[in-house]
């Protein structure tokens, strides 16, 4: 089974901070994605990648970045955090294929921002 | 833009009985229709899937229907179990693009 690990389960950080979130999948993947949920706005594309150093902004960038230096491994960047960043943060991998492409998710990481 | 659509956002039904799950989307480009289940605290898993060459899908309990020139698609559950209680997200691909669109999440509740 594919698995994808999220560092951290719950992560309370102070308003200005550098957050960084770290997300590894072990099946070899060459897409990930950071996806944001929030209740009532369901699930919000952050950023994603499909190669190593290479990324894509998604729907909702913006005070965020991210970083695949080696292809197991994800990470999404608060550059100063803000209350508005509290939310709960889902990475996800997937193969490149023809088509039916499905996502594998974490667990996921509940940041709340002071 | 919302591109993918779950307009209810809860459903609430007793054990035993069917459950239906709406989701509409408005770009004719997408091919292939996910359903992803997740629980609290929890990362959403895939459920079952469909792609638009198909009408139908099922898996078990667990049956979507695709009807292209209405835009929409549903899940049906039968019979529903207090263990499928949790939020269900429809999301929709198109070929060639590594990015899944996601709708809102509905919230389903099985009474026992």
């Known amino acids: 089974d594919v698995k994808v690990t999220q560092s951290s389960r719950y992560l309370v950080k102070r308003t200005g901070e550098k957050v960084f979130l770290e997300c590894v999948q072990d099946m070899d993947h060459e897409n990930m994605f950071w996806y944001r949920q929030d209740p009532g706005l369901g699930l919000r594309l952050i950023y994603f990648s499909y190669d190593v150093k290479m990324k894509e902004k998604g729907d909702i960038p913006e005070g965020y970045s991210v970083s695949r230096e080696k292809k197991e491994r994800f990470s999404l960047i608060l550059e100063s955090a803000s209350t508005n960043q509290t939310s709960m943060y889902l990475c996800?991998?997937?193969?490149?294929?023809?088509?039916?492409?499905?996502?594998?998710f974490g667990s996921g990481t509940q940041l709340s921002v002071l | 833009d919302q591109q993918v659509k779950q307009n209810s956002p809860s459903l609430s039904v007793q054990e035993g009985r069917i459950s239906i799950l709406n989701c509409d989307y408005t770009n004719s480009m997408f091919d292939y229709f996910l359903w992803y289940k997740k629980y609290p605290a929890e990362g959403p898993t895939f459920l079952i899937s469909?792609?638009?060459?198909?009408d139908k899908n099922e898996d078990g309990r667990f049956t979507v229907f695709l009807n292209k020139s209405a835009k929409h698609l549903s899940l049906h559950i039968v019979p529903s179990q207090p263990g499928d209680s949790a939020v269900y997200f429809c999301?929709?691909?198109?070929?060639?693009?590594?990015?899944?669109?996601f709708g809102k999440g509905m919230k389903l509740t099985v009474n026992p």
């Open positions: 469909i792609s638009s060459i198909k």
């Open positions: 996800a991998s997937s193969s490149h294929g023809t088509g039916n492409e499905k996502l594998f």
């Open positions: 999301a929709a691909g198109q070929g060639g693009s590594e990015k899944l669109v």
